[in-house]
């Protein structure tokens, strides 16, 4: 039989932005490789890459509609058409629509995987609910909300020229490869020369590996950023024009840093004082120089401050903008994202969203869980009727999942289309079976900030009946009354996606991947997209909202009362490096590697607490409890432990809803203690902790 090579690129199991070269004979994938001809990751390919053909053909996929027939998480169901999926479907829309107002409907997904989030939105606005829920609010929106008020633009790394030092804040990407392509570019720089820092609380790969490692207190993030500011300013490595020229406030920043003398930043952060010192006159020193950050910025209470604080660095050394530094990506030509997600069909939508209620800022697209989950929970400020979810298990990936449980088994109807039945969709009422990457045409990286869109077309058919999310919502449209507002078939949205661009899907197809120009210094002709014209190091937004318009630091444990005697360690956490939050549990390739949740310690604090490797220990907080192994990591901090996040247990079975409640990191956050009030996330790597041996 010929074999047939075809080159995509990734999607589901991380932002999807490796190129991958796909073998096929007789109509099966047989081999899947990185593809070295790709321009954005060079070919790279990760473990969770090479595991997409477990996945396509894992017996456990999903094929054909289920309607629940028992009680609700029993997993008895019966296999129904499309039709009649669709008809009940639209029906419970229609039903709470006319009963309750659109906004009793709500829609939720994961990490968007292609164009299928955008879709979900347009659904959503043109049904006329605000509330598509997402994680958002700890992942991408706390970074470019700051970004926006600060800078005005999401702040890209130049890996192409590159940085003399690159600074890794909170950035895991030898485990991550954040968005799947920054990693390979990383790792040339780094070959070409570039010095390394890097601020991570866990000894990861590149830490070991950096000239300087700033291994900080959890979510002390912002105080280290005040220091390094303090040492910058002190010593004269500010860029003096750039500062006098193009920001606001930096007077009164030196004010607030007098609150912040590095002996309390040390105290704060665990950093010594020599440490902060040395990073900060290599990051300034250098010029140009490129802050990766990462979403661990975003996960405590303190995240838009975190990020603010960050880009103020960018913007004292003058590093915004220039060659080499932090820079504005410009997208290729494509549909405009308000074209596709059609917010203006909903008057005054920011204000009528659910995260509004919350008092959160309005850029936030999506709402963020927690007020979602209160809301299913309390009935209040309105009630939901059904909730829609694509490609996400709250049940693992949302905080305070004891919470997510009971709001789920509220809920009236529960629709969710997934690849495989997970914990969250063995408590709906309706399964519809959804089609991975490899087997329809979509469009990847539409509609994120990193001035590139790539190609995925179909390599193979699913499996039975199961369908693309995109052809779920365009199907679900029409029935709902709306098809002006969308699409005869698939195709035809790909190729009004690429209409500006003066392409159709085919012509993309083989182009592979299409970019923005990049561009230099455009402050210099058009100022910075902020009220001022200028970076805003005080932020006249912030102040308008009554937040404090500088950069501050605020302990992410106060909620708490901080660490007592009864809870003596900090919690942080980390995504295992073979999967994506809580996808993949179920492939034998993966679990291979990593078989079951790893917590890691400093070998003193494992001796002083007579544990050892491979151990299986309770992780207990004030919210709950779990079970993960010990694994002894030397270089943490013997006050520090960090805890593997998504897992849950396919081989329990259906009858525990997979394990979900054993070792699930969700089950120890707690979002009632409060969240950030521009952006709304919550504490998830800097919780008050204990640990107790299992007998
Ligand atoms: S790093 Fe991400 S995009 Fe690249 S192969 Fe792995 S999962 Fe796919």
């Known amino acids: 039989m010929k074999e047939e090579k075809v080159r995509t690129y990734c999607a589901r199991m991380d932002h999807g932005g490796c190129g991958l070269v796909v073998t096929v004979k007789g109509g099966r994938v047989v081999k899947i490789e990185g593809d070295p001809r790709s321009p954005i990751s060079l070919g790279y390919i990760c473990p969770k890459g090479v595991a997409h053909r477990e996945r396509l053909y894992h017996p456990d996929r999903l094929t054909h509609p289920l309607l629940r027939v028992g009680k609700r998480g029993e997993g008895r169901w019966k296999r129904i058409g499309w ?8 029906e419970r829309m229609l039903e709470a629509r006319a009963r309750s107002g659109p906004q009793s409907v709500l829609f939720a997904q994961g990490a968007p995987k292609g164009l299928e989030f955008f879709l979900l939105l347009r659904l959503a606005n043109v049904f006329g609910s605000p509330n598509v829920v997402g994680p958002q609010n700890v992942c991408h929106m706390p970074r470019e909300i700051a970004a926006n008020l600060t800078v005005g633009f999401w702040p890209e790394v130049d890996y192409e020229h590159p940085p003399r030092c690159i600074v890794l804040w ?26 390394l820092i890097v601020v991570d609380p866990r000894p990861t790969p590149a830490a070991r ?8 207190r959890p979510g002390t993030d ?12 002190e010593e004269g490595l500010e860029d003096r024009n750039f500062v006098q020229e193009w920001t606001v406030g930096s007077e009164r920043l030196k004010m607030r840093l007098e609150s912040y003398p590095l002996s309390r930043v040390e105290e704060i952060t665990w950093v010594p004082q020599d440490e902060i010192r040395r990073a900060a006159r290599i990051y300034a ?14 996960h405590n209470l303190n995240s838009h401050q975190n990020c603010r604080a960050v880009l103020v660095l960018m913007a004292l050394t003058g590093n915004l903008e220039v060659p080499g530094g932090n820079f504005r990506a410009t997208p290729p030509p494509c549909m405009p994202l308000r074209e596709m997600v059609l917010p203006q069909r909903i008057e005054d939508r ?19 869980p927690p007020a979602a989950v209160e809301t299913l929970r309390s009935g209040s400020p309105h009630p939901v009727e059904v909730l829609y979810i694509q490609g996400s298990n709250p049940l693992i990936t949302y905080p305070h999942s004891q919470v997510v449980k009971e709001a789920l088994q509220q809920v009236p109807f529960l629709a969710v289309a997934e690849l495989m039945m997970t914990p969250t969709a063995l408590l709906a009422d309706l399964v519809l079976p959804a089609a991975t990457n490899f087997e329809y045409d979509d469009i990847g990286h539409y509609g994120l900030p990193h001035g590139f869109l790539v190609a995925r077309p179909k390599i193979v058919d699913p499996p039975g009946e199961a369908w693309p999310d995109i052809r779920i ?44 120009p990049r561009e230099f210094l455009r402050y210099g002709k058009e100022g910075f997209r902020t009220p001022s014209g200028k970076v805003e190091i005080y932020s006249s937004r912030l102040e308008a909202r009554g937040l404090d318009p500088l950069p501050n630091y605020r302990d992410p444990l106060e909620p708490w009362g901080g660490l007592c005697k009864e809870f003596p360690l900090i919690l942080t956490s980390a995504k295992d490096p073979v999967f994506f939050h809580s996808a993949g549990r179920r492939l034998p390739m993966l679990r291979k590697v990593s078989a079951s949740p790893r917590v890691e310690l400093a070998p003193e604090l494992a001796r002083s607490l007579s544990l050892g490797e491979g151990e299986w220990v ?10 993960q192994r010990v694994h002894l990591s030397p270089g943490m901090d013997p006050r520090v432990v960090s805890a593997s996040y998504g897992w849950w247990f396919p081989e329990r079975g259906e009858a525990s809803l997979f394990g979900w409640n054993e070792s699930n990191l969700n089950l120890l956050t707690d979002f009632g203690r409060g969240v950030d009030p521009l952006v709304g996330s919550t504490n998830l790597r800097c919780l008050p902790c204990r640990l107790e041996s299992i007998p």
Do not use: C
Not at 285 to 298: K, M, V
Not at 488 to 505: F, K, N, Q, W
Not at 618 to 627: D, Y
């Open 473 to 516: 919502l365009n199907e679900l449209a029409k029935i709902l009354g709306f098809r002006a507002s969308f699409w005869e078939d698939e195709r035809e949205i790909l190729d009004a996606v690429l209409e500006p661009a003066g392409m159709d899907y085919e012509a993309f197809k083989k182009r592979g991947v299409l970019r923005g």
């Open 618 to 627: 309770w992780i207990v907080t004030p919210t709950g409890r779990i079970r």
């Open 222 to 233: 912002a105080a280290l950023a005040l220091g390094m500011m303090r040492v910058i300013l």
């Open 83 to 90: 039709d009649e999926a669709l008809g009940v479907l639209s």
């Open 285 to 298: 020193g250098e010029r140009p120089s490129a802050i990766q950050w990462g979403n661990a910025l975003e």
């Open 350 to 368: 920011p204000r009528k969203m659910l995260s509004a209620h919350w008092g959160l800022h309005p850029m936030l697209a999506t709402v963020p």
């Open 170 to 195: 909170g950035s895991n990407l030898d485990h991550t490869n954040e968005e799947g392509t920054i990693r390979s570019r990383l790792r040339r720089a780094l070959k070409r020369g570039s010095r």
């Open 209 to 216: 590996r950096a000239e300087v490692w700033l291994r900080l």
